[in-house]
Structure formats: C-alpha cells, structure tokens
C-alpha cells in the first residue's frame, strides 16, 4: 500500500485513463475511424469532407530524443484522420520554444498544442495566442499550470503519480537504496517524477543530475555514483535513450543495480522483455499527440473540450514482464 495519502490519486489517475480510453475510442470510432485510412495514406473520405484547418504541435524535445517520433506520430495520425495540416517544430529552451509559438500565432493557425515544461517562459507567448482567439491545449509538461494559462485542456500522465508508481515496484522487488536520474534541471515533470519515488518509496531515494544532452556525461555521471556507492540497488531513469545508457553504466561500474524508467521505446521493451530491466512507465505518448490534435478539431466543430477542467490522464500505465505481451503490438514495427 501506498505510505502517503496522497496516493490515492492513483486511483483517481486509472479511473481518468479508462474514461480517456472511452472517449478517444468514441472521437475515433465509426464512421471516420472505421475506414482505415488514417495510418494507411490519404485519410478517409470522413476527413476530406472536414473543412481543412491548420494546427501547430510545439515541444521542447531535445534532438535525438525518440520519445517525441511516438508524440509526432499520433499527431500526425490525428491529422490525417482529421484533415489538419500539421506544423511541428521544437526548441528545449523555454525561450525559444515561446519564440515557436509567436510563429504559429503569426501564421494564422486555427490551434496550438504545446508542452509546458519551462512554463513561465511560455506564458507569455501562450497568452498572446489565446488573446488572438486561438484555441491551445497542452500536452505532456503542465499539469499544474494550463488552467492559469488559458489552455483549454491538458493531455499528459501525472507526474508525481508516475513516480509514486515506480516507487511501489522498486518496493515489490524488496530493493532498498535508489537514484533517480534527471536530464534536465529545471524540468518540474522530471522534479515530481522523482518526489513521487521518495514518496511511496520505503527505502531511500535520490536525485542525480546529468546532462541530458551529452549522453557521454549521462553516462560517466551514472557509473561514477554506482562506483562510489556500492549500496545502490536501484536506478529509475526518466526517459528511454537514458535507461539504455543507465545498461551499459550499471555493467561498467560493477553493478548489481536494477535498472527501470518511465518512458518506452521498442529497446526498453525489449529489456523488459528480457528481463535486464524490472519495469517501464508508459505516459502512453502516442495517446497525447492523437488526442491533443483531434481535440483542436473537436473545438473547431461544437466548442467541445475533454477534461472539464482537469487534466485528462494518458498514464501512468505499468509495463513489466508480467504484462508486456498486452502492448506488444505498439513496438511492432520496430522490431522488424
């Protein structure tokens, strides 16, 4: 059980997944959904019969970062089924993703889906979009800060409940001592993943920073702490290509440490799969990417918005040995 009454949350995030899973199945079942011409190439006859809009999806994903394709690729999904033109672009600065922002206020869009991760930076620009009568929604990064913002609606996991998840397995496993490794200083998602561990966590858990962008200082940073602290036992990291590198770095310092993460990409899963990593938390990125856009098209359509003022929940979802085979289906294609 959880230490915290705060954890009862958790219960609250899975009821928020499932009614998000009905009612994405709801916006993408038949008639536009049943066609099959969505992932396939040109859309459905539905989608060419929606008045084209044009929707701008602005990240702060760091380049190289294959988390964000799973994001872009829902988006784009949405898009075709949805006849929207879809203009991405990205910056992990929080000043040059407002400057992106101001771009797309500029070319007239008709929506803007964004991540909120340096939020103050981005309000501002947000502001300005939302007093030009464009409809944003946030996906990913801002739980806590969309409603103040003017967003509309907020797609993403929450954050601290992610952590608190992890921090239920590593006690299941009867671990004792973990690091939870952040890329990104200054990223509250990545701070409240974290929080969320110690909190459920009936051992003892820290933070150690690495740089994000230098997979070489990712590394060195991570063996080092393993070779100096013999005692640990368990490394959470806070994004796929990470907990690849965390692999290689428990192996060179020595370690026994077992390895986990919130974030999959098909190397992840094939660890869990394997065996060489305990578990995986899914934020289910296809899902924020899919529903954000087609959530500008609902409001375009009737002023419809999901959430009723809440954030509407796409994880935290628990991926193991024990269940892997439910979302196999996901890292299909890149197994081939």
Request: glycine content about 12%.
């Amino acid at each position: 059980m959880l230490k915290s009454g705060k954890g009862r949350w958790i219960k609250a995030g899975i009821a928020g997944l499932a009614a998000t899973g009905a009612l994405l199945l709801a916006a993408c079942g038949s008639p536009a959904g049943a066609g099959g011409g969505a992932a396939g190439g040109g859309g459905s006859e539905a989608a060419a019969d929606l008045d084209p809009i044009k929707v701008a999806l602005v990240t702060h994903a760091a380049p190289g970062d294959t988390f964000w394709d799973t994001i872009r690729a829902g988006a784009e999904t949405a898009a075709e089924r949805n006849n929207v033109e879809l203009l991405y672009s990205s910056d992990p600065d929080g000043a040059r993703q407002a400057q992106l922002v101001q771009q797309a206020v500029d070319q007239d869009v008709d929506g803007i889906v964004v991540t909120l991760a340096k939020s103050d930076a981005m309000a501002g620009e947000v502001q300005k979009a939302v007093d030009a009568g464009i409809p944003v929604f946030s996906i990913n990064a801002g739980e806590d800060a969309f409603k103040d913002l003017g967003v509309l609606a907020h797609f993403g996991q929450n954050e601290f409940i992610a952590g608190q998840a992890a921090g239920e397995q590593f006690n299941e496993a009867g671990l004792t001592r973990a690091i939870c490794v952040i890329q990104e200083q200054g990223h509250v998602g990545l701070e409240a993943r974290c929080e969320g561990l110690a909190d459920t966590f009936e051992g003892t858990s820290e933070v150690l920073y690495v740089q994000g962008t230098d997979m070489t200082n990712v590394a060195s940073t991570i063996t080092s702490k393993l070779q100096t602290n013999a005692d640990i036992d368990a490394v959470l990291t806070l994004g796929a290509p990470f907990a690849m590198t965390a692999l290689d770095s428990i192996k060179d310092a020595g370690s026994s440490a077992t390895l986990a993460t919130t974030d999959l990409n098909a190397d992840v899963y094939a660890a869990i799969k394997d065996g060489t990593m305990l578990f995986g938390i899914d934020q289910q990125p296809f899902l924020q990417g899919y529903s954000s856009v087609e959530a500008v098209r609902l409001f375009t359509e009737g002023g419809y918005v999901l959430g009723g003022g809440q954030a509407v929940l796409t994880g935290p979802a628990v991926v193991n040995a024990d269940n892997a085979e439910s979302v196999a289906a996901q890292f299909k294609d890149s197994a081939e």
